[in-house]
């Protein structure tokens, strides 16, 4: 059954892109190089009209904020707040009510407060000791690079006696200018959230930890290219970002496994692009709450790290290793790359949207 959705077009400012659940419907605003490169929602604009209808307000049964929330809030912790297009949100909301309203929300910021009462949020960054029980976890939307470099044909690794793990990445201890900030982070987040989380440098700490134990691992092969800074976003030419965009791929595809590990939100934007490649994320648990997770058995798919057993990284990666047969290794590749595309990827996800929705879930009983 397909879900009725509203929203209104009216309030995207000039220039603004519309939430990724509303490209199929505008799609003159949708570009296949949103992003530099070739977009992971090719197929989801094609089939979003058999997941989703558009439909007048009093016939839907939801209202989508027609904007991300990053619009909003910004990237990072130091960008001013939208304070007019906050205002048409509130607007756009009070409009709605008696229809549950989903807001997305995808940036380093994505764990904050939304000032808008009973909104269903959608959001990249969810710490799950004090989750709200309306707010939910989206996944980082990439492109299918098998697809896209690998002509379809997900390339199988054969088990070695020494797991293979992967980085190609930027990594580098703490500057002292990033110490010197973070009490700086603490008093806006007490001021504004009343409350302090991590600091949003511990992802850039924990990362630098992690590969340095691992390099020093003998029981384990190395397969990383540390960078000292974002290579892609600062390439000063397309054939240099695709030169450094082939570069992380194949760094993920030469690998067994591939390490994890939030940034400045507490997400990884490179556990969905290892799983598109079909490759075995070692994911450390910084107290993440997962996409569908009602639904899929996450620990499963990855080597799975609480953030308490970081000493320990390169034994509970030998350990899962050699649980595995031969023959389960190679069906664990096929098996993540399938998690991807059937649960993952823009129209895997939006496929399984309605689940949160269900019934028994009681999620929409207060509207």
Request: hydrophobic content about 40%; proline content about 6%; glycine content about 4%.
């Amino acid at each position: 059954m397909k879900l009725r959705i509203y929203s209104d077009r009216s309030l995207l400012q000039p220039g603004m892109m519309p939430s990724a659940i509303l490209y199929p419907f505008w799609r003159d605003l949708y570009s296949d190089q949103l992003f530099g490169w070739k977009s992971a929602y090719d197929r989801y604009v094609q089939i979003g009209q058999s997941i989703f209808e558009l439909t007048t307000l009093e016939e839907a049964d939801f209202a989508v904020l027609p904007f991300d929330w990053r619009e909003v809030r910004g990237d990072t912790w130091r960008t001013p707040i939208n304070r007019s297009l906050q205002n048409l949100a509130i607007q756009f909301a009070e409009r709605a009510k008696g229809k549950p309203l989903i807001i997305f929300f995808g940036s380093d910021c994505s764990d904050e407060k939304i000032p808008i009462e009973n909104a269903i949020v959608f959001r990249q960054s969810i710490y799950r000791s004090n989750a709200d029980p309306n707010s939910f976890v989206f996944p980082f939307f990439c492109e299918d690079y098998i697809a896209e470099y690998f002509q379809s044909e997900l390339p199988i690794r054969a088990k070695r006696e020494k797991p293979t793990i992967g980085f190609c990445g930027f990594a580098r201890p703490l500057s002292i200018r990033r110490q010197l900030q973070t009490p700086l982070y603490y008093a806006y987040r007490l001021a504004t959230q009343g409350t302090i989380k991590a600091s949003l440098y511990k992802g850039q700490s924990l990362r630098f930890s992690a590969l340095r134990l691992l390099a020093n691992d003998p029981e384990i092969e190395t397969n990383f290219k540390i960078r000292d800074r974002a290579v892609f976003f600062h390439a000063p030419s397309p054939d240099e970002k695709q030169r450094a965009r082939m570069e992380f791929v194949e760094n993920m595809t030469d690998s067994d496994y591939v390490f994890c590990c939030r940034g400045a939100g507490n997400y990884s934007n490179r556990l969905y692009e290892v799983l598109s490649c079909g490759r075995i994320p070692v994911l450390l648990n910084t107290d993440c709450e997962l996409p569908l997770d009602p639904w899929i058995d996450w620990k499963k798919y990855c080597v799975w790290v609480e953030e308490k057993d970081l000493p320990h990284l390169g034994e509970k990666i030998v350990e899962f290793h050699q649980s595995l047969s031969a023959e389960d290794f190679v069906d664990l590749q096929y098996e993540c790359r399938s998690l991807w595309k059937q649960w993952l990827s823009p129209e895997g996800f939006f496929e399984n949207f309605d689940r949160y929705f269900l019934p028994e879930r009681h999620l929409v009983n207060n509207f």
